[in-house]
């Protein structure tokens, strides 16, 4: 039995070499559940990609900030709070996701621990988010 790399794992899973469980804890016993769905699985874990979850297709982005003129704006602060528009037709349901993809295709450094929102109104949907400040370009 082993745990951690969930790739690892999943790769392992499809190639038939082992099987992938979960467990749920619980204060006196635990349960525990096989995985049978290993496609949700790699879904569910950004294995694979989900537009339908993240709302974001596979592709570069078209992407557009500002500084957010009521966002914190603290010189000395890493991060810096950003409005940002997809002019691509996607929409972000699932920051972690963008946070990757932006990263690959602009070198951005999304704060994902934090709060985001989302505001839609008749010219488009603007997103508010924190970015690592010198990666932004």
């Known amino acids: 039995m082993t745990h951690g790399d969930r790739s690892a794992a999943y790769e392992r899973a499809v190639a038939g070499k082992s099987r992938l469980f979960a467990v749920w804890p619980g204060q006196w016993s635990s349960d525990l559940f096989e995985i049978d769905d290993l496609d949700e699985f790699a879904k569910a874990l ?20 500002t500084k ?3 966002g914190n704006d603290n010189p000395r602060s890493q991060y810096l709070d950003i409005k940002v528009t997809l002019a691509c037709d996607c929409s972000i349901n699932d920051l972690r996701t963008f946070a990757v993809q ?3 295709q602009k070198g951005w450094v999304i704060a ?8 839609s109104a008749p010219n488009g949907t603007t997103y508010s988010l924190r970015a690592r400040r010198n990666s932004l370009t």
Do not use: A, F, Q
């Not at 994902?112 to 505001?119: I, L, V």
């Open 112 to 119: 994902t621990s934090g709060g985001w929102s989302k505001s």
């Open 68 to 70: 957010d003129p009521y």
């Open 46 to 65: 950004g294995i694979k990609h989900d537009e339908d979850r993240t709302g974001l297709k596979d592709h570069v982005h078209e992407v557009e900030w």
């Open 102 to 104: 932006v990263k690959e």
